[in-house]
T-cell receptor, first 118, second 115 residues
């Protein structure tokens, strides 16, 4: 398995531009997570999908951020318009989420997308 | 003004010595814990995990200890090698009402292996 695949690996854009980050989870995984990592705040959960349905988006900073999961093999995180404070590394992770009796399972992370907004 | 970032604790150990990295978690209902290793420019990589019904689990050169009484988790690395230099994160899963997952990550500890 190729693991979780994210693109682009690096993006430099100007304030006000739209940014779209992409993620392909591991085949067979039914949960997908978007995290943001900064020096200020560490790893923060932005949004969590289960079976393509958003379960928890309480971490999405504001209306400028949106995420979609149109099918089990693809998700996007969009920022429009982007601002310098959005500069961070954005990680996508996936897992196989099972019923409570089976317990939680390991999150597998992608390599991340480093975003710089000038 | 000056920005204030996370102060990452740093652990420096001599090559060949054992390392112990500690983590305090906050939610007594957390039922699953994972240690991740993150090297510069890469995503967090799974090292070892432990469920709340256990207090110790061993892998290759690594051991995780869980003390639920004081909500403390530790990662022990035996015979630390230069390739172990990285930032290590603990993650706790806080159960949701449905069967979803809710991993919360600690701030991380930077391990520096000295030659």
């Amino acid at each position: 398995d190729a693991g979780v695949i994210q693109s682009p690996r690096h993006e430099v854009t100007e304030m006000g531009q739209e940014v779209t980050l992409r993620c392909k989870p591991i085949s067979g995984h039914n949960s997908l997570f978007w995290y943001r990592q900064t020096m200020m705040r560490g790893l923060e959960l932005l949004i969590y999908f289960n079976n393509n349905v958003p379960i928890d988006d309480s971490g999405m900073p504001e209306d400028r951020f949106s995420a979609k999961m149109p099918n089990a093999s693809f998700s996007t995180l969009k920022i429009q318009p982007s601002e310098p404070r959005d500069s961070a590394v954005y990680f996508c992770a996936s897992s196989l989420s099972l019923p409570p009796s089976s317990g939680a399972n390991v999150l597998t992370f992608g390599a991340g997308s480093r975003l710089t907004v000038l | 003004g000056e920005s204030v970032g996370l102060h990452l604790p740093t652990l420096s150990v001599q090559e060949g010595d054992n390392s112990i990295i500690n983590c305090a978690y906050s939610n007594s209902a957390s039922d699953y814990f994972i240690w991740y290793k993150q090297e510069s420019g890469k995503g967090p990589q799974f090292i070892i995990d432990i469920r709340s019904n256990m207090d110790k689990r061993q892998g290759q050169r690594v051991t995780v200890l869980l003390n639920k009484t004081v909500k403390h988790l530790s990662l022990q690395i035996a015979a630390t090698q230069p390739g172990d230099s990285a930032v290590y994160f603990c993650a706790e899963n806080r159960p949701r009402d449905n069967y979803g997952q809710n991993f919360v990550f600690g701030p991380g500890t930077r391990l520096s292996v000295l030659p």
